[in-house]
């Protein structure tokens, strides 16, 4: 599997950058099997099929919030921070790279118009599951 970075801070995950140009010539999942949000290549040849299927209602016990974003127009800079608001990993992002976020705190920068598809835990709770933090001058801002 190429350009998939993961973003590590002491033992924990914090997040998975996904490039715009990654892939890989075998299924294969880069979370683990036990991350509360599961990601990775599904690959099929030619004539392949995915039998028609439905899923079981599984009950879950998930803490915390885990988010899928992709950058679908621009560029913008994802900050990665670890659970003590420390700045861990800043990278540039463009149209088609995507960012899982499963841990820590993160926020974005936009340096030209920027549109974002998030998929998240659901359901939403509003601002209340959000804590915002000051985080100062990022790396590079005048």
Request: charged share 25%; hydrophobic share 40%; with cysteine.
């Amino acid at each position: 599997m190429t350009t998939v970075e993961e973003i590590v801070h002491g033992a924990a995950t914090l997040a998975y950058l996904i490039r715009h140009d990654a892939s890989s010539d075998q299924t294969r999942f880069f979370t683990s099997d036990q991350s509360t949000f599961q990601a990775g290549f599904v690959v099929y040849p030619a004539g392949g099929r995915v039998a028609a299927h439905l899923h079981l209602p599984v009950v879950r016990q998930v803490v915390g919030t885990s988010e899928l974003l992709v950058v679908r127009s621009g560029r913008c800079i994802v900050d990665i921070y670890s659970d003590d608001r420390r700045l861990v990993a800043s990278r540039d992002l463009v149209a088609g790279d995507a960012v899982l976020s499963v841990g820590g705190g993160h926020g974005f920068r936009m340096t030209e118009d920027t549109v974002l598809f998030e998929v998240k835990q659901g359901p939403y709770g509003g601002q209340a599951e959000k804590e915002r933090f000051e985080t100062g001058p990022e790396p590079g801002d005048a």
